[in-house]
């Protein structure tokens, strides 16, 4: 089955600085790579995504990249602000019809 | 548009009671539906996924069943709570297009004492 990586567990920045958290996953036939944002408290909300016959893809200060050979994906947010202060999560989907898997979470950290 | 909906907030259960958790989704029809616990500082561990009534998949052995008698009805339940029962659960749906991009509910807080 699908096992998804993330990288660092935690991360802290400064205010205006980029942050960048690594996801590598397993199975080469996954097609379907989304981040989400949980806030304390709340549930994990969809902030980007990304599927398997894109290489890259930006909305805002936020962008993901799928490198589909090494089987990896990241999420890059720019000039972070104090509210991206969560807990960001990946997963990878093998096929539709079939459940996310999780990576386990990075907790960012921005100081301002 | 949709909106997921799950109670109660918080809940506070001894050892060895019942539980009933609740999740409904407006707005769309026939969706996907999942149950998740997040243990404290853990990631999320896929419980249950229906894509139908009465139809319940279940992905790891536990103390906790599922069941969905409506379209849009999501339960989630146990006979006899443990303490590990202690955890965030999230309810989320999907839909059968190809996206199939997968939103949460607000969650629900148990503690098991």
Redo the contacts between chains.
Sequence with gaps: GENVEQHPSTLSVQEGDSAVIKCTYSDSASN?F?W?KQEL??????II?IRSNVGEKKDQRIAVTLNKTAKHFSLHITETQPEDSAVY?CAA?HQ??T??I????TTLSVSS | SQTIHQWPATLVQPVGSPLSLECTVEGTSNPNLYWYRQAAGRGLQLLFYSVGIGQISSEVPQNLSASRPQDRQFILSSKKLLLSDSGFYLCAWSTDAPRETQYFGPGTRLLVL
């Design positions: 379907y989304p989400y408290g709340k549930g994990p909300q969809l995504d999560f989907r539709a019809g459940a996310l999780f990576g386990k979470g």
